[in-house]
């Protein structure tokens, strides 16, 4: 399993499509390809596909912040009211940037758990239809 997940993690981080790991998620910066260009395989499901993107989103913002919270405590003579001006800007911040790494986060662990059938395909472009 480990040989099918690792690479579709790298997908995933590079925001590429889970399947083929050539084809772009985005065509532009805050618009999301319908399907792959490359292999068809469709992004989007269903209406309210990518909620589950937001508690991935969630999940990254939390797990840096407190660590670096009581990290920057430990480490630094920073006053409570300097690590809440750091940690609430970056809990504004953070979230907005991680935003594609998230939705594409998300299409590769439904992926691996529940891999797409043949009908969530598109055809490619190239290919006749007959």
């Not at 499901?45 to 508690?55: K, L, S, T, V």
């Not at 953070?94 to 662990?109: A, D, K, N, Y």
Request: hydrophobic share 50%; with cysteine.
């Amino acid at each position: 399993m480990a040989r099918r997940v690792l690479p579709m993690l790298g997908y995933g981080l590079r925001l590429k499509c889970p399947r083929c790991g050539v084809g772009s998620l985005y065509a532009a910066v805050f618009r999301m390809h319908t399907a792959c260009p490359h292999c068809g395989l469709v992004f989007e499901r269903e209406q309210g596909y990518f909620i589950g993107a937001i508690y991935i989103n969630y999940a990254a913002t939390v797990l840096i912040a407190v660590p670096g919270f009581f990290l920057l405590s430990i480490f630094t003579n920073l006053t409570i009211d300097q690590q809440l001006w750091i940690w609430i800007s970056f809990a504004i911040v953070f979230p907005l940037l991680f935003f594609h790494h998230s939705r594409s986060l998300w299409l590769v662990l439904d992926h691996i758990f529940n891999p797409p059938e043949k009908f969530y395909s598109l055809p490619p472009k190239n290919r006749q239809r007959s």
